[in-house]
């Protein structure tokens, strides 16, 4: 499902204009990003936790081919881990 098809399903799950869904899905994403900057970990009881990680850095082989060493630098990520309950609702349906 790509970010389209959100705010249909959304829309259609809330019996709102599609117009209405994208805004309110449009501000849910944003406040998000604005929350990683501020808080590392999200809690979603029921849902699951975002958390933002980050790489080390570390050498790697140069992927143009000149089998050099490079560094990479770190760099953040997020991920996301299922609570229990969630996956047990998956799992069951």
């Known amino acids: 499902m790509v970010k389209k098809e959100f705010k249909k399903f959304y829309s259609e799950y ?3 204009s599609e117009e ?3 805004k309110e899905v449009e501000e849910f994403l944003e406040m998000m990003k604005q929350a990683f900057f501020k808080y590392p970990k999200i809690v979603f009881r029921d849902f699951g936790t975002f958390e933002v ?3 080390k850095e570390r050498k790697i082989v140069d992927p143009r081919g000149n089998n050099k060493l490079i560094h990479s ?3 953040k990520y997020i991920k996301f881990k299922a609570s229990k309950n969630l996956e047990e609702r998956m799992n069951n349906k």
């Open 14 to 16: 809330n019996k709102m």
């Open 20 to 22: 209405d869904a994208s």
């Open 53 to 55: 990680k980050e790489t």
């Open 73 to 75: 630098k770190p760099r």
